[in-house]
């Protein structure tokens, strides 16, 4: 099981604001190959999403200006474009990089064999999430 360190914090935050809204999302990269025991020289959190135009606004709504920066026009233009946004907690300087599904092809079959996995956070807990299969991380 991988833990939340300090520098990965805002990402839990972004991840169960994801759960709270419904909002479709998987991990990958580092984070998701810390998963299943393999190490990475990056130890960054990589979500895959698959946001709806009501899951824009809600997510937008969850962190909202001036402390955070979270623009469901960015979230709408990149998903439309198949580039990535990311929201902004200005006050700690941390950026949580958010990748629409529509970015890749292999991301969508990839996103139908998502797995519930759990990580730890700061406080201790068990924090259940969406992540990517082993084969589809570790290559």
Do not use: C
């Amino acid at each position: 099981m991988t833990s939340i360190t300090q520098p990965l914090s805002f990402y839990a935050e972004v991840l169960k604001a994801l759960e709270e809204i419904n909002a479709p999302y998987m991990i990958i990269g580092a984070f998701a190959a810390a998963a299943y025991g393999s190490e990475r020289a990056t130890h960054d959190v990589d979500m895959i999403v698959a946001l709806a135009e009501s899951h824009m606004d809600a997510l937008a709504a969850h962190f909202p200006s001036p402390h955070f920066y979270a623009d469901p026009e960015q979230m709408r233009n990149a998903t439309a474009d198949g580039t990535l946004f990311n929201i902004i907690d200005s006050a700690r300087g941390e950026k949580v990089d958010l990748i629409p599904i529509t970015l890749d092809a292999r991301y969508q079959e990839a996103f139908s064999r998502r797995i519930r996995l759990a990580f730890e956070d700061l406080n201790g807990e068990l924090v259940q999430a969406w992540y990517a299969r082993p084969d589809d991380v570790i290559g």
